[in-house]
T-cell receptor, first 113, second 113 residues
Framework: SAVISQKPSRDICQRGTSLTIQCQVD?????MFWYRQQPGQSLTLIAT?????????ESGFVIDKFPISRPNLTFSTLTVSNLSPEDSSIYLC??????????FGSGTRLTVV | QKEVEQNSGPLSVPEGAIASLNCTYS??????FFWYRQYSGKSPELIMS????GDKEDGRFTAQLNKASQYVSLLIRDSQPSDSATYLC?????????????FGQGTTLQVKP
């Protein structure tokens, strides 16, 4: 199955700033997915990122707050903008791997102070 | 109604017992079903996938799918303390068929020595 390298693994950010999270996959994939996992909660899909097109956002998530780039078939970034303490969560990227199901990156633990 | 529902637990079983985890989903067009295990502070790890009605066994794990009842379950035989984790049911391939993976809220399993 694919190997996903996600960076940074954790960060502490000031209110009002932004954090950009990177995911690099060791093989070409059509779709990449970005999830948020709030403390004690399950995973909530933020958006689906296809190469060469705008990301598709789920209800409750907007591009101004969570801009996504997908410049090629192995890489994507998620930016969490204008940070507030409510954005403190774990953010994960994921790719679909056919029979292997969906593989996840190791996650980025964001703390906003 | 949530798209994927699980009992959040915690489900507590003694070591060596069978743990039974259940999940229901709302989109009758769903096609692929997954069980992930997530240890605290870690990203989800795929343990079972199932695509057709019936049972699928892999070692101590058995996944059961009943599409007519929109029900998926996971049985863990000979439960070990190392099985203590949160188990996430996830579903994809619904009516919109966008490939996105939707998670239930997860069931926390505690296996007591």
């Amino acid at each position: 199955s694919a190997v996903i390298s996600q960076k940074p693994s954790r960060d502490i950010c000031q209110r009002g700033t932004s954090l950009t999270i990177q995911c690099q996959v060791d093989s070409q994939v059509t779709m990449m997915f970005w999830y948020r996992q709030q403390p004690g909660q399950s995973l909530t899909l933020i958006a689906t990122a296809n190469q060469g097109s705008e990301a598709t956002y789920e209800s409750g998530f907007v591009i101004d707050k969570f801009p996504i780039s997908r410049p090629n078939l192995t890489f994507s970034t998620l930016t969490v903008s204008n940070l507030s303490p409510e954005d403190s969560s774990i953010y994960l990227c994921s790719v679909q791997q056919g029979l292997y199901g969906y593989t996840f990156g190791s996650g980025t633990r964001l703390t906003v102070v | 109604q949530k798209e994927v529902e699980q009992n959040s637990g915690p489900l507590s079983v003694p070591e060596g017992a069978i743990a039974s985890l259940n999940c229901t989903y709302s989109d009758r067009g769903s096609q692929s079903f997954f069980w992930y295990r997530q240890y605290s502070g870690k990203s989800p790890e795929l343990i079972m996938s199932i695509y057709s009605n019936g049972d699928k066994e892999d070692g101590r794990f058995t996944a059961q799918l009943n599409k007519a009842s929109q029900y998926v379950s996971l049985l863990i035989r000979d439960s070990q303390p190392s099985d203590s984790a949160t188990y996430l049911c996830a579903v994809t391939g619904g009516s919109s068929n966008t490939g996105k993976l939707i998670f239930g809220q997860g069931t926390t399993l505690q296996v007591k020595p």
